[in-house]
């Protein structure tokens, strides 16, 4: 059904609570990436230190410090 209607579930996982209004941007952000109607729920994991990460069954996006200390252990 998603896929014929276009439509991409995501977590939105974040370092701390986001403000609905900043989940509306990143919603859109995800739509016009992605072509599709985005649904998406909000999740805290504060292993990112700070920043935020984009999931999807075929998308991930990531901008967090824990990502950047993952990259300069390698």
Do not use: C
Request: hydrophobic share 40%; no cysteine.
């Amino acid at each position: 059904y998603y896929a014929h209607h276009a439509i991409e579930t995501f977590a939105i996982i974040s370092s701390h609570q986001l403000p609905p209004a900043s989940s509306e941007v990143i919603k859109n952000f995800l739509a016009r990436k992605t072509g599709s109607t985005i649904i998406y729920t909000n999740k805290i994991d504060q292993k990112l230190i700070a920043g935020i990460r984009l999931e999807s069954k075929s998308f991930l996006w990531e901008y967090s410090i824990s990502k950047h200390l993952r990259r300069m252990r390698q």
